[in-house]
């Protein structure tokens, strides 16, 4: 388990290598405080409220390297489940030729569904357990970190691993392109809520 674990780290490291080379190149040197937590977020799958705010403040370079991890993130995905496919052989998370052509016997469009549909679900959870952290935070701190780290973190790997198994092994979504169209402006509008909620709570904070 360990083991596959480490190559899991080591296909994830790979794919996400282009952005870590786009912000360390392009941000470094202008916004030094930002590139941990900004690399942190490309590379755990997560951007939320207060990680979009500082993508606004360290410029082109990380924006850029956003849009290139949306964009690779299911080729990821499809990657690993490709290399669990395959006796868990490293090199089949690197054989392209291979992925895209499951990707494509699957469909694109219903690869999209699915990687839209998987990011909604997961935003919401995630802002759910966020509320519910900020809440048990009144009573007892320690609350909302076991609740983060032992519930909530555990639930939505297992959710996202059976999710990328459901699709790579041929599940069809059926979803036409206005309904992933409308996905995406949900997605998008739940962003900028989280960043509008985030704003709030900083300013309420230093009132």
């Not at 912000?23 to 979009?52: H, K, M, Q």
Request: net charge positive; charged share 10%.
């Amino acid at each position: 388990m360990f083991k596959n674990g480490i190559k899991v780290f080591i296909v994830a490291f790979v794919y996400s290598l282009p952005a870590i080379l786009i912000v360390l190149v392009v941000n470094y040197i202008s916004s030094p405080p930002n590139i941990i937590e900004t690399l942190s977020a490309l590379l755990s799958g997560t951007i939320d409220g207060g990680i979009f705010l500082n993508l606004l403040e360290v410029g082109p370079g990380v924006i850029i390297a956003v849009l290139y991890m949306i964009l690779v993130v299911p080729v990821l995905l499809m990657a690993v489940a490709h290399m669990a496919n395959n006796s868990s052989k490293l090199g089949s998370a690197f054989n392209f030729k291979e992925i895209i052509n499951k990707i494509g016997t699957n469909g694109w469009t219903n690869l999209i569904a699915w990687y839209m549909l998987t990011t909604l679900f997961v935003l919401i959870i995630y802002e759910i357990g966020t509320i519910v952290n900020n809440i048990t935070n009144v009573i007892n701190p320690y609350i909302g970190t076991i609740f983060i780290s032992l519930i909530l973190i555990p639930y939505i790997s297992i959710f996202i691993c059976r999710s990328v198994a459901s699709f790579y092994n041929g599940f069809n979504l059926q979803i036409s392109g206005k309904y992933i169209i409308a996905i995406i402006i949900l997605i998008l509008a739940f962003l900028v809520l989280s960043f509008s909620a985030d704003n709030i709570i900083q300013y309420r904070k230093f009132k």
